[in-house]
């Protein structure tokens, strides 16, 4: 007798301990996030590059202080922050390319135009503590 009183209360519990734990189809979505750094002396557009071929819906990417000499472009449909670290970051390309061009309609200015950092295709992207030259 005392043995189906230890199975039924063994079972009682176990029904109660799965009750408590949510079906695993409750948990919400989970959106992936990457974060890339440049060193000074680094590439920008490498990690933009880096971070648009990643599977992460959203990316930072971090900039050591220093001189870029660099012109960017971000085309990524992904949500992106590029964000400067440090006293002084500054983008200056020595050049623009004259290849790299971006148009300008509804702009008010000639088209096409050249630009230090060109933002394309709805590209989900903010900018902050960095001095674009």
């Known amino acids: 007798m005392e ?11 176990r029904r109660a301990v799965q009750a408590a734990r949510p079906p695993i189809d409750v948990l919400e979505p ?10 000074a002396g680094g ?4 990690a933009i590059n880096s971070a648009a071929a990643s599977p992460d819906s ?5 900039v050591a202080a220093g001189t870029y000499a660099e012109q960017l472009t971000i085309t990524s449909p992904k949500t992106l922050s590029i964000t400067g670290v440090g006293p002084t970051t500054i983008i200056k390309p020595t050049s623009l390319n004259p290849a ?14 050249q630009s230090v950092v060109g933002v394309l295709d709805n590209a989900n ?9």
């Open 100 to 113: 790299i061009t971006f148009p300008t309609t509804g702009l008010g200015g000639s088209s096409p135009h």
């Open 125 to 133: 992207v903010t900018i902050s503590s960095l001095k674009i030259d």
């Open 58 to 62: 959203s990316s930072t990417i971090n």
């Open 30 to 39: 989970r959106l992936l996030f990457a974060v890339f750094n440049v060193a």
């Open 3 to 13: 043995t189906k009183n230890r199975t039924r209360r063994a079972a009682a519990l």
């Open 43 to 46: 590439s920008i557009q490498t």
